[in-house]
Every structure is written in structure tokens, then in C-alpha cells.
């Protein structure tokens, strides 16, 4: 069985020079259609756009009519860090239609893949931080709501604190939040998540994966979620342009390695979403993300 990449061209839009490089999704792609050793065993699949019943699961009606109608204000575009466009809206509303997609991929087969999403900074009536919209928090409603599943447990390995997210499921006990970030960085309001480690600047390797063997296990072992999201942000890279963690690439695979592993060694479907990645090198940033994707193939459909 081929695995299924989520993924639409659309994912590319024009937002001028801007740090956050919309480009790399098509770049991914390209690397993965390169990789001799993964490319026959992959099929791409287009996403359609979310519902707005479902986007209405997580965000407020006024808003979503902001969006739609170009209705943003001035300030709400500043936090938002991004210019607002049309096709900025229908993008967002795309992914995540593409991150409900992958969900019931992974629920269906075991591992669902998303070339793009992870966009945990957007809130319910606002967006903020490179985040028009909550991916995450949409696709998990839909298949709880749905009946799909019971219990979800998000592993975000963004760079930064997922603070959108960790609002929306705070007082939800079917979800656990968990967040592993640089402590002195964006955003600098960090709603409480269900477990938040922050990390000093400059933290390794080393530092990095222990934390999550420290906790990881016992959240499994304790929660028993049904489901996993993973939200593997490329951006603790010791070379980004934002962060200031200092993983190797290969710390990074490692830690990609660790969360499918346990995934597979308690049986757990895993949704995967790339998150950020903003590396002094756009190259190193597909590769990261291009590893994120390998692993999770090699292990969970290995």
C-alpha cells in the first residue's frame, strides 16, 4: 500500500519577500519524487477545502466572514505577520482541508502525511504569527465530532510554543496539548498547555531528546490517546533564521525516529504536519522536512 502525501500546488502563494518561504512545499515535493528509495512506495493526493461547518468547529463565524470577504483590519493583519490576499484565505482553507484529510489517512492507514499545515498559532476569532487559520485544531475536532476517534494527544516540536492550540483544547480532556519550545521567543503570551517544556536558548541535541524520552512514554502510557498529531516544525534547527535551539539535522531526524517509534510501539495512528522552518539555507529546510516525511514512511510503513 502506497503511502498517502497530502498536497496541492495552491500551497504556494506570493507574499513577497517575507521569511516564511511558501516555496519549500513544491521543493519537498520535488525532493521526494527525487528519492529513488521512497518515491514508488508514495502517492500525492489534492485536498479539497475544509467545509466551513467544519472550520466552524474551531474558529468564530466573524471571523471566517473577515476572511472570506477581505474584512481584516489593520492591526489584525499586523499580528497576523502576513499580507492579506484572497488567495491567502482560500490557501488556509485549503490546508486545512488537507490536515482533515490526512487525519482520517491516518486513522484509515496508519500514518497520514501532510505537506504543509501546523499552523498552531492561529486562535478562534484571530490569526497571528505566519497562522491564518488552525489546521490542527480543525482536523482533530472533525474526527472526535465525527466519532472516529475518542482521545487525540498533539506533539508539537515547533520551535515555538503552540499557543493557538493550547487556548483552543485548554479546557478539553479528550485532547492533550504538548509543546516542547524555546521558553525566550515567540509568542511571548503562552496559554498553558497540557504539558509545556521550555527550553533555554542554544539547547541540543542531547537536551532536546532526553526531554522527550523523559515525558513522551509516560503521556502515552497515561493518556492512552487514540490518535497522534505530530506537528514536526523544521525551525529548532541550529541555523534557523528565528529560533535560537541548536539541533543538528541529524538530531532532528532523531527526534522524528523517537515519536514514530513510540507511535508504532503503542499502535497509534499518526497525522503528521510540517509546521515552521525558516533555516539561513531554504535547502536545509526541505531537507529536514523531506526527512520528517522519509522517516515516517520507513517506520510506520517500513
Known sequence: ???????SDKYYIDIGAHVFPTIKYKLIKKRLLGDLSIVNRITFVEPE???????LRVHTGAYLDKLKYGKLSFEEILTLELPYSK?????????????IRACESAIEDGLGIHLGGGFHHAFPD???????????????????????IKKALIIDCDLHQGNGTAHIFQSDKNV????????????????????????????????????????IPKIIS??????????????????????NLALTIEGLKKRDFFIYTQAKNYQIPVAVVLAGGYAVKQEDTVEIQFNTIKTAIEVLNG
Open 87 to 99: 488567495e491567502l484565505a482560500e490557501g488556509s482553507m485549503l490546508c486545512c482541508g488537507g490536515t
Open 49 to 55: 477545502i475544509a467545509p466551513e461547518k467544519d472550520l
Open 222 to 243: 497515561d493518556f492512552k490517546p487514540e490518535f497522534i498529531m505530530y506537528v514536526a516544525g523544521a525551525d529548532p534547527y541550529e541555523h534557523d533564521q528565528i529560533g
Open 176 to 215: 492533550f496539548t504538548f509543546s516542547i519550545h524555546q521558553e525566550n521567543n515567540y509568542p511571548f503570551y503562552k496559554p498553558k498547555s497540557d504539558m509545556d517544556i521550555g527550553l533555554s536558548d542554544r539547547a541540543k541535541d542531547k537536551e532536546y531528546l532526553m526531554r522527550l524520552e523523559e515525558h
Open 1 to 7: 500500500m502506497k503511502t498517502k502525501i497530502v498536497y
Open 126 to 148: 484571530h490569526g497571528e504569527g505566519f497562522c491564518v487559520l488552525n489546521d490542527i485544531a480543525v482536523g482533530i475536532r472533525k474526527v472526535i465530532e465525527d466519532g472516529k
